[in-house]
């Protein structure tokens, strides 16, 4: 299989200074772009800017994330800024008039109207997004913020080594309530990224009936990943140390295809030396924990592990192994990368401005030596499995923003005018140090 990427028209219009990263909106045809102190919102619609959000941060925001869950005419997102605060804004819409994504999209845009002299009035617009709520308790700059399938945690990590858990309680969707649940500081370094497992069959596989459905994982300048899970009621353990990379993880990504049998979702990993990873849980069976679990009620989990006593448990650590390395294609840094939900294609992208695109080859044996699985989080690794997957480049854009750094690239679902299926076909979206918002056609061969 084959594959071409080609530039679409960038959004307009250009933002003139360093963006960092470009979150598409998970169910709305919107894209949060993160730059200096502000965010731009951005129509996936019109590929032009819809709303922006100012005012709220001191110094400039490197992170944002949507929440899921809310009503459709509700928006709401989470800026991280290296002012050490992360920050809950609000779109104030007319509920009786907006009921879709793209009644949405035309009430607020309506907002921003010309002037006499031909120059957008913004006033109005303004007032649209309300920064409601600060969250601080990080001692330095967030790096990472992330929302859990739900919407009830957002986690988000500093370079104080820390990663912090907030829980959304308020009664109301409108209510503004949020509690800490956990601080983790297991890692000996920054940390850079979070990321939760996302709401596949899956995702409940390994818990075993002693920890929640949410999985947390988190990526480290001590070179490590760590997963999280939440053990009792608000108290969240490290139940897996992942080494390999000999460099800065800059960030991680679960799988979001569901798995043929249920299996728990794989996790991407990529680093400052150059690699990029995929793990995998080595999962074990639980029919002796299903028994328990039915013995002890549906409530296991909250209530502190079915009431067996700590000596009895078993092992909190999960043996995870890396079951493939990519290709290596950049000679630089890889500051991200992102996994499509719909056709299981990862993108790459960093310092040397490249972007890349990989397929899995289900035909591979697994003696590949794509395949890899000594750099797991057990002592002894073991020999290569059946489940080690070898991965093919398929195409490569040098050079993708000219001589800039490109920070993020993601997949998101298109909805211009140009798509033929819209909300159905996906594209990427490149964000780099131009401040220029790149949208590119993928088509495979």
């Not at 500093?158 to 800490?180: L, M, N």
């Not at 750094?405 to 299926?421: L, P, Q, Y």
Request: charged share 25%.
């Amino acid at each position: 299989m084959g594959a071409k990427i080609e530039p679409l028209p960038p959004f307009t219009p250009d933002l003139y200074q360093r963006a960092w990263a470009s979150v598409p909106h998970p169910t709305l045809p919107l894209l949060a772009t993160a730059h200096a102190n502000s965010v731009t919102v951005f129509s996936l619609s019109t590929l032009s800017k819809h709303s922006s959000l100012t005012g709220g941060h001191s110094r400039s925001v490197r992170t944002v994330t949507w929440q899921p869950g809310l009503k459709s005419h509700q928006l709401r997102l989470v800026t991280g800024s290296f002012d050490a605060s992360a920050g809950l804004w609000s779109w104030n819409g007319d509920s009786n008039e907006v009921t879709s994504g793209e009644r949405l999209e035309v009430d607020v845009t309506s907002h921003t109207k010309p002037t006499q002299e031909g120059e957008e009035e913004e006033e109005e617009e303004k007032e649209d997004w309300e920064f409601n709520l600060v969250l601080e308790g990080h001692e330095n700059e967030i790096k990472s913020v992330a929302f859990s399938p739900s919407g009830q945690f957002l986690a988000t990590c500093s370079r104080d080594k820390t990663v912090w858990i907030w829980e959304d309680v308020g009664v109301e969707d409108d209510d503004d309530e949020w509690e800490t649940l956990a601080v983790l500081n297991d890692h000996d370094a920054d940390v850079k990224a979070v990321a939760w497992a996302p709401d596949v069959p899956g995702r409940t596989r390994g818990a075993r009936g002693k920890y929640s459905a949410d999985v947390l994982a988190s990526a480290s300048y001590d070179n490590t990943v760590r997963i999280w899970r939440e053990e009792g009621e608000g108290e969240w353990v490290c139940v897996a140390c992942l080494e390999g990379h000999d460099g800065t993880v800059w960030g991680l990504q679960f799988e979001s295809c569901p798995r043929s049998g249920d299996k728990f979702p794989r996790l991407l990993t990529w680093s400052a030396d150059g690699s990029i990873r995929i793990w995998r849980l080595k999962e074990e069976p639980e029919e002796e924990d299903d028994e328990t679990a039915a013995a002890a009620g549906s409530s296991v989990f909250r209530s502190g592990l079915g009431g067996i006593p700590n000596t009895m448990r078993r092992s909190l650590r999960e043996d995870w192994e890396c079951t493939a390395v990519l290709p290596k294609v950049h000679t630089r840094e890889i500051y991200s990368a992102t996994w499509s939900a719909k056709t299981g294609m990862i993108a790459s992208t960093g310092s040397d401005g490249t972007i890349a695109l990989y397929a899995e080859d289900d035909k591979s044996s697994p003696t590949d030596p794509s395949g890899d699985t000594e750099m797991a989080n057990t002592a002894d690794a073991e020999t290569k499995e059946s489940s080690s997957s070898a991965w093919k480049v398929l195409t490569t854009v040098p050079v993708a923003h000219g001589p800039y750094e490109i920070n993020h690239i993601t997949w998101c679902k298109r909805f211009d005018s140009g798509a033929e299926r819209k909300g159905e076909q996906e594209m990427l979206v490149t964000t780099g140090d131009d401040g220029v918002i790149r949208p590119w056609k993928v088509t495979t061969q």
